[in-house]
């Protein structure tokens, strides 16, 4: 059969450890880079890659030559934060309130909103009108629902309008855009025009609203003030209670200062002040009006004599008894002239004690009324308890009526409050189509185009199960890697076997020295080398196992053991009239049936098929396979055998019986994972030992980039290849 051809160049594996039962695994470190690793899935679906850009970017051209062309119109609004008040009046949002983070962005949706758009339509007629829709490449088909046509217009104007407000600054561009430069001029102005209008009504609307609430509300209150006066007055008039002053504190409640009563009794409390005095002072006066009548010269010959009519009689009344009749005629003259100093006395003071009289009468009857008056304010100050508690409601209320009443009239002010709205530019005809881009356009089918490659690629990748990178060995099998040999489309596989600086000698090499750690003494002795399917490179593996290991001096044998479809004399150019097959018949000289070959090398001998037999798996079933392996170990270092695949057949197991252990050669990307894992499966169950995996036919992007690429074979140091191995 014929064989595959490889290329000259190759990567290397990196060993991570050693150990006498199995060989040291890739280490996932050695992996490489995540973007060479998509650069090379890129380079293998590179034609398919290629294939949709190019009707991508067709599919752009096209559109491009084929649409309509648009004309956008632009008009730019400023809208501030705070609105222009020229009569100062506060209205119903505060000013807090339009200064928050989220007010542009509210600005910036009420631009786009439906009710907006729906105002254009209705200005412009635009539900009836045939222009508008043609300048949208829509159907003309008005309906008899006005309301219906209005909607369908302001679903047109939503998918057309662009809002774009300028980065710090207070504009925003309010762009349209059809195939009419005078209908997307004239939309664009209305809808400026529209938005400012319908701030205006929001905000006119939201005070009107208020103003409403307001006035209902004072009608309440101006029947809860009447009511409140009503009880604080009506109370006032039982209780007798006559406010003449009042005052009011700094939370505006009013309290009594003074009453009838009080003013009464303060007056009265004076007039008492006034009598007491006035009699202390008659008083004073009666006092001195006796002292100055009895310093009287009548008063005092008066009280002589009688001093003098009294001793007499003191002195008769020593003698006589009081009877006598001049003691009594001495008691008589002073009786007498008592009388006389009290008449006289009470002539001079008699008129003063009068004036005093009249003062004590007074000062009492004043008196008695203050003490009437303080028990009527004593009753007073109690009924005021309760007429302060109405005075207070009726100041409570009269507040809120007087809050009520000044805010009525300042939403009434703010309503003609300025817009803070205003238009900057308006809209322009426009003279020139803004698209179709071809630019744009071309980016926009290449931004596709990618997406739909990369669909693509993922899909194939998905797909594509077989092996492609040499990370990809240990990742999927869980085997070691032992070399991968890079496919070569131009050079004779042969050739380059035979050059022993020739790259794919050097890649066998490296196979060749990883082999040697898979086991305590080195390179195993006997092995054999197969594959899942034909085609995979397990011939040209097993060919160049042998050819390496010979060139470093070991004698070598190589066996043809794929009785079905040999192919090693070709390799070697020799007959194949007898081998394998007539020594598993039942003949025993083997070395009559070796062969060397003008290969150059010395130490390489050929053990080939031979006739093709009835029934491979039946001459391999014997005892005579490992008989034989036995005694040719005995004459030769190394015995490689070249097994039939595996795919179908019951040859390898029964050969791997016969030897130390396997090698499994995987062609990159042509067998399927799943068909993989089923042979090396089989391998498993007839408890036969795998040294590792022969990656073939990688391709020298992922053979250079995606194993090995620091001192992998095909790397050329100052324009020449690589001589020297990795071991």
């Known amino acids: 059969m014929s064989k595959p051809i490889f290329s000259p160049s190759i990567t290397d594996v990196n060993l991570t450890s050693a150990s006498s039962e199995a060989m040291p695994q890739a280490s996932d470190d050695n992996a490489p880079p995540l973007v060479l690793q998509y650069w090379n899935i890129a380079l293998r679906w590179k034609y398919v890659i290629a294939g949709i850009l190019i009707v991508a970017l067709a599919v752009g051209v096209l559109a491009t030559f084929i649409a309509t062309p648009q004309y956008s119109s632009e008009v730019q609004v400023e809208i501030t934060r ?28 009420l631009l786009e909103s439906r009710s907006l758009a729906e105002r254009v339509a209705r200005q ?46 207070r504009l925003v561009n309010i762009r349209y855009t059809s195939a009419s430069p005078e209908l997307s001029a004239k939309i664009a102005n209305a809808w400026a025009d529209n938005f400012i209008q319908a701030s205006m009504d929001r905000r006119f609307g939201a005070t009107q609203d208020a103003r409403a609430f307001l006035e209902r509300r004072l009608l309440e209150y101006t029947k809860k003030l009447e009511d409140a006066e009503r009880r604080a007055a009506l109370f006032a008039a039982n209780s007798g209670i006559v406010v003449l002053s009042s005052s009011t504190d700094a939370d505006g409640n009013s309290g009594i200062q003074k009453t009838l009563v009080s003013n009464d009794l303060e007056n009265m409390s004076n007039e008492l002040a006034k009598a007491t005095a006035d009699r202390i002072a008659k008083q004073a006066a009666a006092t001195e009006a006796r002292a100055l009548a009895s310093q009287n010269q009548t008063v005092g ?120 709205i205003a238009v900057v530019d308006r809209a322009n005809v426009a003279t020139s189509p803004t698209s179709p881009s071809l630019i744009t356009n071309l980016m926009i089918a290449l931004v596709i185009g990618l997406a739909l490659a990369l669909l693509a690629v993922m899909a194939l990748e998905q797909i594509d199960e077989g092996l492609r990178e040499p990370a990809d060995v240990r990742r999927l099998l869980e085997l070691p890697l032992l070399g991968a040999i890079p496919d070569q489309l131009d050079d004779e596989p042969l050739d380059l076997l035979l050059d022993p600086k020739s790259n794919i000698s050097e890649a066998y090499l490296s196979v060749r020295t990883n082999l040697a750690f898979t086991t305590d003494h080195g390179v195993p002795r006997s092995v054999v080398v197969t594959s899942t399917s034909p085609g995979e490179g397990k011939s040209t593996t097993s060919f160049s196992l042998a050819l390496v290991l010979a060139r470093t001096g070991k004698r070598t044998l190589l066996i043809d053991a794929d009785m079905r479809s040999p192919s090693v004399h070709g ?102 994972v799943r068909a993989l894992r089923g042979s090396l499966s089989r391998l498993h169950q007839a408890h036969a030992r795998i040294f590792g995996v022969v990656l073939t036919k990688l391709a020298p992007q992922n053979s250079l980039s995606g194993y090995g690429y620091g001192y992998g074979y095909g790397h050329r140091y100052g324009g020449e290849p690589a001589d020297q191995t990795n071991s």
């Open 82 to 109: 705070d609105q222009k008040n020229p009569t100062h009046a506060e209205g119903i949002e505060s000013a807090q309130s339009s200064q928050e983070a989220e007010f542009y962005q509210t600005q910036y949706t």
């Open 124 to 169: 412009l007629n635009l539900g009836g009108n045939k222009e508008f829709y043609d300048a949208h490449s829509l159907d003309f088909a008005p309906g008899d629902d006005a309301r219906a046509r209005v909607q369908a217009a302001s679903k047109i104007l939503l998918a057309n309008i662009e809002i774009s407000p300028i980065a710090r600054s």
């Open 301 to 420: 010959l008066l009280r002589q004599r009688r001093a003098e009519a009294n001793a007499e009689y003191s002195e008769l009344l020593a003698h006589y008894e009081p009877g006598y009749p001049a003691a009594q005629a001495l008691k008589q003259k002073v009786a007498a002239l008592d009388a006389a100093i009290a008449s006289e006395e009470g002539r001079s003071v008699r008129s003063v004690r009068g004036e005093y009289d009249e003062a004590v009468k007074r000062e009492a009857n004043i008196r008695a009324n203050v003490e009437k008056l303080k028990d009527d304010i004593e009753l007073q100050n109690r009924d005021s308890i309760q007429y302060n508690i109405y005075r207070r409601d009726a100041d409570a209320t009269r507040q809120l009526y007087d809050s009520l009443l000044q805010r009525t009239k300042e939403i009434g002010v703010a309503s003609v409050a300025a817009n803070n």
């Open 571 to 672: 390799f070697a150019g020799i007959e194949n009239e007898k081998g394998l097959s007539n020594l598993l018949a039942g003949e025993d000289n083997w070395q009559a049936m070796v062969q060397r070959a003008d290969l150059g090398v010395e130490r390489l001998e050929f053990l080939t098929a031979g006739p093709t037999p009835p029934s491979a798996a039946e001459l391999l079933s014997s005892d005579r396979m490992g008989l034989l392996i036995r005694d040719l170990l005995e004459q030769y270092d190394h015995v490689v055998v070249d097994a039939p695949p595996l795919l179908g057949l019951a040859d390898v197991p029964l050969l791997s019986r016969a030897v130390e252990g396997s090698v499994f050669v995987v062609a990159a990307g042509q067998v399927a």
